[in-house]
Each structure stands twice: as C-alpha cells, then as structure tokens.
C-alpha cells in the first residue's frame, strides 16, 4: 500500500506544478504577439508593462479596452520605442479605444511621447485615441502626444483630443517630428 500511496501524492503535486509553469508563459493578458494572436491589452498597468519589455517593441499588440494611464506620471510612464537606436518596430492596433491622461514631466530627454520612436518601416499604429494626454519637457525634442519621432511606418485613423505638449523643439499634439513615415 505504501507505494501506492506516493503514486497519489506525486500525481497530486504534478497536477499543482503543470498550471503554475503554463500560466508563467502568458504575457499582458493573453496572445503570442504573432500576427495571427497578438499580446491583449485591457489594463494600465499591461500598458506601461510593454514599455518595460523591450524585446515586445517588434510584436503584434491589439488594445482591448480602454484605459486611463493616471496613475503613471512623470518618469513612471514607461515609453515604448526611447531612441534611433531601440525604436518601436511592432503593430500597435487601438482597436477604436481610447488611452486617456497619459502624462510625462522630464528633462534631458528626447523621443517622447506613448511612442517614443517609430523608426521601421513595417512599423504601424493604428486604430487609437489619445484622450487628456499632458507633456511637459524641457529642453527635450521630437515630442509628441502620440509618437515623439516618426521614422519609418506607419500612423493610420487616430486622434489626440485636448493635448498639452511642451518641449524645446520638434513637438506636436499628435508627433513631434516626422522624419518620414506614412500618415493617414
């Protein structure tokens, strides 16, 4: 009887170790940032996660829901895409959703924006809304409230509404400086 006995006992923690591995696979919430199952979006806080993650910024990214970046100001915001060099490569699809009072205070630092650089031309956002969002930098350049440097890709159906951007140089309500890039 003793044998079986630690049979049970092995199958019953297997079954507790097999979840916990799979559910450390899952990134934002849910997807493999393929094309055909991008990374799902439905919280601020999955929001300023891919800003961290560097190696998302060539991924397939879909916003589910929208969001309110309030509780992310100043340097918390976390930026996808902060250079030339380490650019946003990926497809962000809004979805039709909004991001709403995403706020950035900075000084001494350029691309910024929810989308520091763009810089690759299969690169697209698309699909999205800005809503409130705040910028106040200073001396920075290529600020926008959407892309701070457009510089490749592609920016297709989105909007800023009651923008507040204020940089040195190269700053707009939607991108701060297109180098080049489609817009639409």
């Known amino acids: 009887m003793a044998p079986k006995r630690s049979m049970q006992i092995t199958l019953l923690l297997c079954s507790f170790v097999i979840p916990a591995v799979g559910s450390a696979q899952v990134k934002y919430d849910g ?4 094309p055909n199952d991008p990374y799902l ?3 601020a806080e999955q929001m300023n996660a891919i800003g961290a993650c560097r190696d998302d910024w060539d991924k397939h990214l879909r916003l589910m829901a929208d969001i309110d970046l309030s509780a992310y100001t100043g340097t918390e915001s976390n930026i996808l895409g902060v250079s030339w060099e380490q650019p946003f490569v990926g497809i962000f699809d809004g979805g039709g959703y909004t991001i709403s009072n995403s706020t950035w205070s900075s000084s001494g630092r350029d691309y910024l924006g929810l989308f520091g650089c ?5 690169a697209q956002i698309k699909g999205l809304s800005l809503i409130c969002p705040r910028i106040e930098v200073d001396p920075d350049e290529a600020v926008g409230a959407l892309v701070g440097d457009l ?6 159906n989105c909007y ?3 923008a507040s951007v204020s940089a040195n140089c190269y700053a707009g309500g939607l991108i701060g400086y297109v180098y080049s890039g489609k817009l639409a």
């Open 31 to 34: 997807g493999t940032g393929d």
């Open 41 to 43: 979006i439905y919280t």
């Open 118 to 122: 763009v810089g690759d031309e299969t």
């Open 151 to 156: 510089s490749g890709g592609s920016i297709t």
């Open 160 to 162: 800023v509404q009651d």
